[in-house]
T-cell receptor
Framework: NAGVTQTPKFQVLKTGQSMTLQCAQD?????MSWYRQDPGMGLRLIHY???????DQGEVPNGYNVSRSTTEDFPLRLLSAAPSQTSVYFC???FGTGANYEQYFGPGTRLTVT | SQQGEEDPQALSIQEGENATMNCSYK?????LQWYRQNSGRGLVHLIL?????REKHSGRLRVTLDTSKKSSSLLITASRAADTASYFC?????????FGTGTRLKVLA
């Protein structure tokens, strides 16, 4: 199994540009989520999904969109990039919801917005 | 807002010593998890403790949970240089995992 994969690994955007961060998992996990990690801030939840066709907002959803058309994929879209979105983005998945199951994390995408 | 807050924020110890880090949280939980993050990498799950458990062991890791104080501790015994990493606690809140700010552990050889 490849586990959780994320692309790209690095990305530089100009303010106002849009892009999609890709996340895929091959473990048939129902639960998937996106986090951003800023220095000294820990991980903050952006959006999550409890299954295909179902998504919901996390702690910091503004400026981001998600969709979940398949169990495997959970892309994160930045609508109009801003310097405040410079961060490291992690995708994660797990069998179930809540904290009954461990989450598996991808390697992250380092995004810089200039 | 962050559910879990780790303490201390940073910890530096000698190889072979024990490392203890603490996590406090705000609301009732079903379970609490600890994760490790090596520099520049994704998080790796270490251990899960359920709300009806008080202590759990996994290799050199010992986790305790005190639901009355809304706190948990992670003890790493006989630390190694390879344990150098950031450690996060995570709790659940209605289908969401909420992570703390982390403890940066440095183990000196």
């Amino acid at each position: 199994n490849a586990g959780v994969t994320q692309t790209p690994k690095f990305q530089v955007l100009k303010t106002g540009q849009s892009m999609t961060l890709q996340c895929a998992q091959d473990m048939n996990h129902e639960y998937m989520s996106w986090y951003r990690q800023d220095p000294g801030m820990g991980l903050r939840l952006i959006h999550y999904s409890v299954g295909a066709g179902i998504t919901d907002q996390g702690e910091v959803p503004n400026g981001y969109n998600v969709s979940r058309s398949t169990t495997e994929d959970f892309p994160l879209r930045l609508l109009s990039a801003a310097p405040s979105q410079t961060s490291v983005y992690f995708c994660a998945s797990s069998f179930g919801t809540g904290a009954n199951y461990e989450q598996y994390f991808g390697p992250g995408t380092r995004l810089t917005v200039t | 807002s962050q559910q879990g807050e780790e303490d201390p924020q940073a910890l530096s110890i000698q190889e072979g010593e024990n490392a203890t880090m603490n996590c406090s949280y705000k609301t009732s939980i079903n379970n609490l998890q600890w994760y490790r993050q090596n520099s520049g990498r994704g998080l790796v799950h270490l251990i899960l403790i359920r709300s009806n458990e008080r202590e759990k062991h996994s290799g050199r890791l010992r986790v305790t949970l005190d639901t009355s104080k809304k706190s948990s501790s992670l003890l790493i015994t006989a630390s190694r240089a390879a344990d150098t990493a950031s450690y996060f606690c995570a709790t659940d809140e209605a289908y969401k995992y909420i992570f703390g700010t982390g403890t940066r552990l440095k183990v000196l050889a």
